[in-house]
Structures are given as structure tokens and as C-alpha cells.
């Protein structure tokens, strides 16, 4: 049977694809028809992701310019062409409140948080996208629309992202389509602290009734790729279990994930 995303024959690449949302990404994509072109920094993983998928990999680093352009030599080399891409790889460091944020660790917040997502488009740009066009989907943060207690940084970098795609919208049409994906609290490694041990609490407070999973973002990631979004450049799709709508849902009890985000941090695990 045809696949409905009319990604059959093309070619994506997508970053932090060794788990979580991106594999989930990378999976979604190949079963709508597309083949992948996955980075991540564990070799391992990336070698274990493409042979699943059928794609190739490649491991290293999306803070590094080189790295990005060797992925997408070898995703033009190997694939022969690239008609997406998804910049999913991201950082939640320095977290805490800015007043002690390094100043190293919040540049290594934008650059692999912004300035990696840019690299990697104007790569696929000067490739092939220029020529043939294409689709870019940035994996941005329900986050990025307000603050929050000790995610400055992340939060900072990510509405710095969502601009970003904004910006990249008006420039590359009507040649390449950019939008962007804003996750709520979804089931993944990079947010365990937030939600392990209080993954039924904090999704009672959601008016969908559970904290998102990797597929919810893949599937909105894979639609905002395909043809059947043709007509949609420049949008920020919230997939997040109606978390700005919670005030009006009558199991609300105030912001448990702030909570959470209050007393807990990303390496304070159980």
C-alpha cells in the first residue's frame, strides 16, 4: 500500500537520530517511504540505527561544522539526493538559573541548539535543496513560548531556534519549506528527570491524559515533510497533550512540571 506522505523514493537526514524523538523520527520516515541519513555522537548507536532502518549513518558531533558537511556528502553520495532534513539533536546545558550559567556551556547551548540546525540547512541548500527543493522541520520546545525554573538556556536557545525557522521560511520559498515541531513533556532519555516516577501525575494534569511519547512527534514531524503539507512554510506546530490549554481543564493543579523542574535536574537521578 502507497504511503499517504508521498515520501516514497526521497531522502532525509536527521540529527540526535540514535534514540528518543529522533529515532522515533527516522523510523516514521523510512516507513512512509523515505530512506535516512542519521547522526548521532555514539557510533554504536548510529551503526545499530541505520542497519534497523536500512539507511546509512554517520557519528560525530553537530557542534562541528565538518561533521555536518561530511553527513551530507555521504547522505548525497549514498542516498542521491536530500529532500529533508530534521534538526532534532539538541542540549538541555547549562541548567539552572542563568545568574550561574558558564558562558562556555551557554555557547555550546546555541551552537548545538541554533547554530547547528542553520549549518546543516545551508549544507543541504548548497548541495541539492537549492536546486530541487526540499523540506526542513526544527524540532523546537512547547518551552520556548514562556520561562521556566532552571531551563533559561535551553529554553533561550530554542525561541531562538523557532526564529529561525521563521526566518529561514521567508528566505528559502518558495524553493524549501521550514517549519518547526514544539514537543511538550515527552517520554524520552533527554527529560527523565522531569517525568520519572511521576509520569501518571504529571499526565492526569494534561487535558489529553498522558505525557507525550516519541511517535506523537514523529508523526507530526513526518506530516510537516511530506507533500501533504505543501502548502504550510514558516508554522510552529504544537504537539503537546493540550499543556497551554490546561487551565481550563478541570483535573489541572498547577504547574507540575515547574515543580519538578524546580527540584530535580538532569544528572539528579534516583
Same mark, same amino acid.
Given at each position: &500500500?502507497?504511503? #499517504?506522505?508521498?515520501?516514497?523514493?526521497? /531522502?532525509?537526514?536527521?540529527?540526535?537520530? !540514535?534514540?528518543?524523538? $529522533?529515532?522515533?523520527? /527516522?523510523?516514521?520516515?523510512?516507513?512512509?517511504?523515505?530512506?535516512?541519513?542519521?547522526?548521532?555522537?555514539?557510533?554504536?548507536?548510529?551503526?545499530?540505527? *541505520?542497519?534497523?532502518?536500512?539507511?546509512?549513518?554517520?557519528?560525530?558531533?553537530?557542534?562541528?561544522?565538518?561533521?555536518?558537511?561530511?553527513l551530507t556528502q555521504l547522505a548525497l553520495r549514498e542516498l542521491g539526493r536530500i529532500d529533508v532534513v530534521v534538526n532534532?539533536?539538541?542540549?538541555?546545558?547549562?541548567?539552572?538559573?542563568? &545568574?550561574?550559567?558558564?558562558?562556555?556551556?551557554?555557547?555550546?547551548?546555541?551552537?548545538?541548539?541554533?547554530?547547528?540546525?542553520?549549518?546543516? +540547512?545551508?549544507? *543541504?541548500?548548497?548541495?541539492? &535543496? !537549492?536546486?530541487?527543493?526540499?523540506? +526542513?522541520v526544527n524540532v523546537c520546545t512547547e518551552g520556548a513560548g514562556h520561562v521556566g525554573p532552571q531551563v533559561g538556556a535551553?529554553?533561550?536557545?530554542?525561541?531562538?531556534?523557532?526564529?529561525?525557522?521563521?526566518?529561514? *521560511? $521567508?528566505?528559502?520559498?518558495?524553493?524549501?519549506?521550514?517549519?518547526?515541531?514544539?514537543?511538550?513533556?515527552?517520554?524520552?532519555? &533527554?527529560?527523565?528527570?522531569?517525568?520519572?516516577? !511521576?509520569?501518571?501525575?504529571?499526565?492526569? $494534569?494534561?487535558?489529553?491524559?498522558?505525557?507525550?511519547? #516519541?511517535?506523537?512527534?514523529?508523526? *507530526?514531524?513526518?506530516?510537516?515533510?511530506?507533500?501533504?503539507?505543501?502548502?504550510?512554510?514558516?508554522?510552529?506546530?504544537?504537539?503537546? $497533550?493540550?499543556?497551554?490549554?490546561?487551565?481550563?481543564?478541570?483535573?489541572?493543579?498547577?504547574?507540575? +512540571?515547574?515543580?519538578?523542574?524546580?527540584?530535580?535536574? #538532569?544528572?539528579?537521578?534516583?
Amino acid at each position: &500500500m502507497t504511503s #499517504p506522505y508521498g515520501l516514497e523514493g526521497r /531522502a532525509a537526514i536527521v540529527t540526535g537520530a !540514535s534514540r528518543g524523538i $529522533g529515532l522515533a523520527v /527516522a523510523a516514521a520516515l523510512t516507513e512512509a517511504g523515505a530512506r535516512v541519513c542519521v547522526t548521532a555522537r555514539d557510533p554504536d548507536e548510529v551503526a545499530r540505527t *541505520a542497519q534497523r532502518l536500512g539507511g546509512v549513518g554517520l557519528a560525530g558531533s553537530v557542534a562541528d561544522p565538518a561533521h555536518l558537511w561530511e553527513l551530507t556528502q555521504l547522505a548525497l553520495r549514498e542516498l542521491g539526493r536530500i529532500d529533508v532534513v530534521v534538526n532534532n539533536a539538541a542540549t538541555n546545558q547549562p541548567y539552572g538559573p542563568l &545568574m550561574d550559567a558558564d558562558p562556555d556551556r551557554w555557547r555550546e547551548a546555541f551552537t548545538i541548539n541554533v547554530e547547528a540546525p542553520l549549518r546543516l +540547512v545551508q549544507c *543541504a541548500w548548497r548541495a541539492w &535543496m !537549492s536546486e530541487h527543493g526540499g523540506a +526542513v522541520v526544527n524540532v523546537c520546545t512547547e518551552g520556548a513560548g514562556h520561562v521556566g525554573p532552571q531551563v533559561g538556556a535551553y529554553g533561550t536557545s530554542k525561541a531562538a531556534l523557532l526564529h529561525l525557522t521563521q526566518q529561514l *521560511a $521567508g528566505e528559502l520559498a518558495p524553493k524549501v519549506r521550514v517549519n518547526s515541531v514544539s514537543p511538550g513533556l515527552v517520554r524520552t532519555e &533527554m527529560a527523565r528527570f522531569v517525568w520519572e516516577h !511521576s509520569e501518571d501525575e504529571l499526565g492526569a $494534569g494534561l487535558p489529553l491524559g498522558r505525557i507525550g511519547r #516519541p511517535e506523537d512527534i514523529a508523526r *507530526a514531524v513526518t506530516w510537516l515533510a511530506s507533500d501533504a503539507a505543501e502548502w504550510i512554510t514558516g508554522a510552529d506546530l504544537l504537539v503537546d $497533550g493540550g499543556t497551554r490549554v490546561r487551565a481550563a481543564h478541570a483535573a489541572a493543579r498547577g504547574h507540575a +512540571v515547574h515543580e519538578r523542574l524546580r527540584t530535580r535536574a #538532569p544528572d539528579d537521578r534516583p
